[in-house]
């Protein structure tokens, strides 16, 4: 007890001898305001659909296909415009992957008040022999000329790991095909305890056996005994 007093004593007056290291320069508080992002909002597609999906449509048939790559322009964020011309950009030699679009699927990946993503699936004519291929197309709203408009300012290649996409009938049918493979786990997890159960009855049904056999051995070993022993010598 008196070494552990003394090392004690010898800890607190090392703390209260050794000055704390100072604060930081760069971790002082300073009173210089910082910028304030503010987390945009969820918002319902379905009132923006028809404008949303006609800039879409006309992007792809012109940027996309290559096909009046100039009418593209008026459709194009300042993200996008960035390093072009008109003339330049007509010329088609833009940031935006080319592929001959004959027909397009789409599907909402996400739509909040001034950002909204669309996962659109690409499919040329079926003698072209080429895959589809996914996109992710984000538009952004800005405002001019006193109303707001949706410009394109990205268009991304993203393959769809789930295999299925397109119209609600196809998400539909996805969402049942996993609800029928959910329902058949189910009924694998089902089979575990009726399996312990059942082993648990063999089991039982071993040691009762096992029980009956000692029983009548040991009875026989009795009355044996008691035979031979009550026989004259």
Known sequence: MGAFVALAGLVAGLIIALPSPGTPKEARVTNVKGDVVKEDKPHEFATRAVTVLTVAKKFILTAVRRRHTADSWPLLAPSMRRGYTRASWAKGDIPVPPFPVDTAKWRVGYSFKKEIELQVALFAKPQQHIRPVVFDLTLRRFKGDGHYRWLVSSFLPTPDPTGEFGSSSSRVSAA??????????????????????????????????????????????????????????
Do not use: C, N
């Open 176 to 233: 049942a095909r996993a609800a029928k493979s959910e329902a058949h786990a189910s009924q694998m997890w089902l089979l575990f305890p009726v399996g312990i159960f059942g082993l648990l009855l063999v089991v039982v049904a071993a040691l009762g056996i096992r029980s009956w056999r000692g029983a009548r051995v040991y009875r026989a070993y009795i009355k044996d005994r008691y035979t031979s022993s009550s026989r004259p010598s």
